[in-house]
Each structure stands twice: as C-alpha cells, then as structure tokens.
C-alpha cells in the first residue's frame, strides 16, 4: 500500500467544497473532517491489527472516478465508499451498545479493542465520510472533470477496486450486525440501552403481587384437581400453531421437579388472548381491545416469558405485562441474538421478577423450576414502572401506583447463581 492521498488532496478541493456557500462549514471544521478521512483509512482500511488492507478503496479512487466516468456507470465509483460508511455506522452501533463492551461477544469484542479508536468519534468519521461521499458525486457529474496522469498508460485493475469492496462488505456481516432498533435509540439523549429501557418501561404496566400470588394459587388448584370440570373450570391455553381440532385439548409435559410425564386437559383460547382480557377485566376493571370503550390504546398484552400454549404460562399474571404496542414486536422474541433485544427482554424478566416475588410463588405444585432469564444481559438501575391493583367491589377500577424497582447487583449474583451464563455466546 502506498502513502495515502485521498481524491484530489493536493489542490485542497475537498476543503473548499466543504467551505462553499452550498455547505457553509468553516475551515477549521472543513480540515477535521478532512483529517477524519486520514483516520478512517489509517485506523480502519489500513489497520495492521485488523489486517483488513482495503485502502485502495481510498488510494484508486481517482482511478475507479475515472474508468467508471469512461464506461457511462458514475454511480459505482461510490460503491466502495458507501460500503465503508456502512460498516463505520454498524462499528458504531456495536460499540455504543455497551461502553464497556462486556456484554458482546468475544470475536466483535477483539475486533473493537483492535481498533483502538473511542467508539464515539466514529459518529464524527460518518458525517465526513458522507460528505466525501457527495463531493465525490458531485464531481462524477462535473462535466469538467480530468482524468488521473498517466490514465491512457496505465491500465486500471478495476478487479482490484472490486474485489476490496467485496471483501469489506463480507467484513459488514461478519463483524457487524445491523440493527433496526438504532433509529429508536437515536430519540434518546444519551443513545443508551438503559435510557431506551427505562423509557419503555415507564410506560408499561405490570400488575400486583397480590394478584400474581392469588392467580397462580387458582391455577395451581385447577392443574391439581383430577376432577375437575373443565366445562365450568376451564383452564386456557393459547392455539399452539397446529390445528386443534376441538375447542378442548389436551398440554402434555414433562415435570421439571421429578421429570414424570404430565397431561392436563385445557381449553383452547377463542382468539389468542380473549381469556388474558377477560382476566385482566375482572381483576381490575380495565379493558383492552374493546373498541371505543377501550381503557388502554395501542397496548398489547405481553407474554414476557412467551409460550402461552402452557396453560401454566398463558393467565398467570407473573408471565404479563401491558406495553405499548410499539415496543412488543421487540419482546416477542425469545431466542433472537440481538445484544439489545436480549437487554430489553431479560430487564423485563427481571422487572417481572422482582415485581410478582417470583421466588416464592409454589412452582413445584404446578411442575416448573424459576422462569429462566440471562443475567449478563440484565441491565442494573432504578427503574419506574405503573402497577395495576385489583378493584375493590366498591369501585369499578382499580388503583394504578407508580412504582420504582432496583435492580443491583445482589439480584445479578441471585441469579447468576440460579442461571449461569454462558460467556461464550457471540453476537
């Protein structure tokens, strides 16, 4: 690789772009960014550590300018640089996940420490790359551009440019995962996931220990009671995905306490959560889904834990939440490896833990071990929730609290103990 001169460097154009009436920065700002393009080659292409050796993307650009302007494709001439702004964005996305970067796994983690640059300025290096971007664009349709000398003599190797921008973007989904979730993070002041959590969280709504307590001891009961009329008792189930042929179905398991086979006869839920609402209406006089006479808009029933088919899981109260529908998409998924997914799903879980004493609630009358959550994703701090009461029989509703739940690290090493993480696990 050959000192680095980026595209027409020696007369300064790309400061004086920068300085034009059409961007209006000022020189001192115009030469940063300019430096911060030197930074992007040297500490990102050029890195010895990350041995990635795609500097040509910058070194060949007048080149690949010139040969693409020849051949009529002005807009591939971009590709290259484009492709690097992706992959500085994800670079920053990645590390401002955790600016510690502990919870990430061990193969992005070496790759950032290698870098060796405060994840913060990357935000600077994309701005400036986006300007190189369009000034490079703007001088391809330049009617008056010139060709590099020697361009006649020299026979370009555009299979080299090529191959550099193919291998950058195999680095892009490699290293770097893309995540949707950064335009909302982007909302908040400090771009953090615990500000981001924490702003979800304040606007959900989470029920009384009371009545997790009461509701579990009622499902317990019904699980237990051989002969139980499932017509007048009915325990509820959501549809499992298959095609149940009756109303009444049959949940087999296995016992999590002495590993014996279990079955319980169970009626399946008319239409997916009507069983959730009916209880939650009864409990506390609140209505969702209803129409205009509807309590709580845009809120969805969340099942934190998932896997509503158990009827141990579907209308017990320590496994709900109510959230804004916005946010549900990101906690219905349970097996998904995205760092920040997985932060806001186990705060949840933990939030859920703490609220219902899920400790002592009787899992063994009702054959479950503790609801499993992943302490390394578990995000610590104080954290304000809204907690529906059951209504008195004097009032049609119940008393909404606002509540504040700390999460410390007693409660990590707590569960930890009763979880252990697997550290291994990259993103």
Known sequence: MGEFKYYLEEDDQFINYLTSEEIDLSEKQARKYSGHLKTIYNKILNNKKLKLDLGIIFEDLKWCVAYYNKNKKPDEALKGLKLVSNFIRRIYSLARIDKNISTIGNRSRSFLYDLEIEYGSFKDYAT???????????????????????????????????????????????????????????????????????????????????????????ISNLINDDKRDHKKDPLFARKSGRKEKTKVSKFSFKSEIDDTDKEIIITIDSDGNKAVRDLIKKETGYTLSSGENCLFTNYIISHIWGDAFDPRNFTNFWNLALVPAWANPLLDKQNYKDILTNQLLNTFKAICWKQYGVNRLQWKKIYKKYPPLEPKYVMKDEYTINVIYKHPDSKPYGSIVVVNILIDDNDITEWENLFPSDNTTDI
């Open 128 to 218: 400036a790359l986006d300007h190189y971007i369009a000034f490079i664009d703007n001088y391809q349709k330049s009617k008056s551009y010139e060709k590099p000398a020697g361009y006649y003599k020299k026979r370009y190797k555009i299979s080299d440019y090529n191959n550099a921008c193919k291998k950058l973007n195999s680095i892009f989904h490699d290293k770097i995962s893309v995540n949707g979730i950064d335009s909302l993070l982007e909302i908040f002041e400090n771009s953090s996931p615990t500000s981001f959590i924490s702003h979800i969280l304040k606007n959900s709504f989470f029920f009384s220990q009371t009545s997790a307590r009461n509701q579990f001891k009622d």
